[in-house]
């Protein structure tokens, strides 16, 4: 048990919509991190908070957006959704700023049809 | 950029036989970090066993061992004593320090594709 949790399990939404994950992390931990896995993939880093502030983003354009708050949950906001979207969305939470041990929750899987 | 290639797509092993996964990566950096993660069915990534590399000694975690090779940007894992329990995707990464906007660090991980490990009783 990692503590993270996230939120829904499982979601459908239609090509075009706009979609909100949700993680809740462990207290004290000031890091959120989000990830992408394709089917058949390895997740792939999607943008990283440190203290409610985006510090690291990967190849993702701006419809992926993020927010994390002072009571350790965090948002990932996906706009104008694309078949190529669906994906499982895993969370990451840690104490530092990431050096230290990743605290994964279970996954949001997100089909786009 | 960084890539880490595991080449060995699927993996079977008998109940108490010991198998190594292989895992290749390509980097400039002299500093970094490598993991083996675990992703059983229930999706949730779990870490099994982590090596700094400036640490030339390689990383134990009980039946979980490394061999790491830096000069030849190898990192195995080899699980002694397979049980039905490690059945699982099982994935390499790697994570370097990157300066971030705010000055401060950041530290993202680069995953392969994974590996399928089935353990057959």
């Known amino acids: 048990e990692t503590g993270v949790t996230q939120s829904p399990t499982h979601l459908i939404k239609t090509r075009g919509q706009q979609v909100t994950l949700r993680c809740s992390s462990q207290?004290?931990?000031?890091?959120v991190s989000w990830y992408q896995q394709a089917l058949g993939q390895g997740p792939q880093f999607i943008f990283q908070?440190?203290?409610?502030?985006?510090?690291g983003r990967g190849n993702f354009p701006p419809r992926f957006s993020g927010l994390q708050f002072p009571n350790y949950s965090s948002e990932l906001n996906v706009n104008a959704l694309e078949l190529d979207d669906s994906a499982l969305y895993l969370c990451a939470s840690s104490p530092g700023q990431g050096r230290e041990k990743l605290f994964f929750g279970s996954g949001t899987q997100l089909s786009v049809l | 950029a960084q890539t880490v290639t595991q080449s060995q797509p699927e993996m079977s092993v008998q109940e108490a036989e010991t198998v190594t996964l292989s895992c290749t990566y390509d980097?400039?950096?002299?500093?970094?970090?490598l993991f083996w993660y675990k992703q059983p069915p229930s999706r949730q990534m779990i870490l099994v066993i982590r090596q700094e590399a400036y640490k030339q000694q390689n990383a134990t975690e009980n039946r979980f061992s490394v061999n790491f090779q830096k000069a030849a940007k190898s990192f195995s894992l080899k699980i002694s004593d397979s049980q039905l329990g490690d059945t699982a995707m099982y994935f390499c990464a790697f994570m370097k320090p990157a300066v971030s906007k705010s000055g401060g660090s950041n530290y993202k991980l680069t995953f392969g594709k994974g590996t399928l490990l089935t353990v057959n009783p």
């Open positions: 980097t400039s950096e002299n500093n970094y970090y």
């Open positions: 207290s004290g931990h000031n890091t």
């Open positions: 908070y440190y203290r409610e502030e985006e510090n």
